[in-house]
């Protein structure tokens, strides 16, 4: 399990809130994020961001596994399904 954040401003670069793992080199001060809880996976901690704040995308030091899109697509993928 790890800890997750989101920040609560949004990205200058991306325009997006950004998640992050506690241990992760680019983690902005603790007044700008946001502590999501403890996931086991990175893909959940996405999730639960995006119930937070619109649009979500993942820390490209920490959550190289998003990339190179940014963001975990599956929940778009399951709507797509249920259709
Ligand atoms: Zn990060």
């Known amino acids: ?24 080199s680019e983690l902005p001060v603790v007044e700008e994020l946001k502590y999501l809880g403890s ?7 996405f999730k639960a961001a995006t119930g937070y704040f619109d649009p979500v995308s993942c820390c490209p030091t920490c959550i190289k596994e998003a990339y190179p899109s940014g ?4 929940s778009a993928e399951k709507e797509e399904a249920a259709v």
Not at 3 to 18: A, D, L, P, R
Not at 39 to 45: D, G, L, P, Q
Request: charged letters at 25%; a negative charge.
């Open 1 to 24: 399990m790890s800890e997750f954040y989101v920040t609560t401003t949004v990205s200058k670069e991306t325009n997006t809130y950004v998640v992050h793992k506690d241990d992760c």
């Open 71 to 74: 963001v975990f697509e599956y």
């Open 39 to 45: 996931y086991a996976s990175s893909e959940a901690a």
